[in-house]
C-alpha cells in the first residue's frame, strides 16, 4: 500500500494527529510536577517532557557526615518526579490519541 492508497479522510486526521501531539509536546513542556522525598527535604520538578527543572534542598538535608543519605533522596525525588511527568504524558497523549498508543513519541 503507498501513500497515495491511503483514504484522504484518513490521512487528514492522521495530519490533525501529528499536529496535536507537536502542540501537546510544546504545552508539556511548560507543565511542571513535583515530588518530594524525605518528607519534603529535597523536591524535584520535572516538565512534561521528562526533563529536570529545578531539585530544592532543605538546609536540614544536608549532614556532611552523610551525604549518601542526601543522595538517596535526590535520587528518589527524581524518581518520583519523572514517574508523574510519565504518567502525565501518558494521559495526555491518550486524549490526543483516542487512546491509540503510539510507541516512540516521548
Same mark, same amino acid.
Given at each position: 500500500?503507498?501513500?497515495?492508497?491511503?483514504?484522504?479522510?484518513?490521512?487528514?486526521?492522521?495530519?490533525?494527529?501529528?499536529? $496535536?501531539?507537536?502542540?501537546?509536546?510544546?504545552?508539556?513542556?511548560?507543565?511542571? /510536577? @513535583?515530588? !518530594?522525598?524525605? #518528607?519534603? *527535604?529535597?523536591?524535584?520538578?520535572?516538565?512534561? $517532557?521528562?526533563?529536570?527543572?529545578?531539585?530544592?534542598?532543605?538546609?536540614?538535608? /544536608? @549532614?556532611? !557526615?552523610?551525604? #549518601?543519605? *542526601?543522595?538517596?533522596?535526590?535520587?528518589?525525588?527524581?524518581?518520583?518526579?519523572?514517574?508523574?511527568?510519565?504518567?502525565?504524558?501518558?494521559?495526555?497523549?491518550?486524549?490526543?490519541?483516542?487512546?491509540?498508543?503510539?510507541?516512540?513519541?516521548?
Amino acid at each position: 500500500m503507498s501513500f497515495q492508497d491511503l483514504n484522504p479522510n484518513m490521512l487528514r486526521q492522521a495530519q490533525s494527529v501529528q499536529k $496535536n501531539l507537536v502542540k501537546l509536546r510544546e504545552e508539556l513542556a511548560d507543565r511542571v /510536577v @513535583d515530588a !518530594e522525598a524525605g #518528607g519534603g *527535604l529535597v523536591t524535584a520538578f520535572t516538565n512534561g $517532557n521528562g526533563d529536570l527543572v529545578k531539585l530544592t534542598i532543605k538546609p536540614d538535608a /544536608v @549532614d556532611s !557526615e552523610d551525604l #549518601g543519605m *542526601l543522595e538517596d533522596l535526590i535520587v528518589a525525588a527524581v524518581t518520583k518526579s519523572l514517574e508523574a511527568s510519565r504518567a502525565m504524558q501518558q494521559s495526555e497523549m491518550a486524549k490526543v490519541t483516542g487512546g491509540l498508543s503510539l510507541p516512540g513519541l516521548f
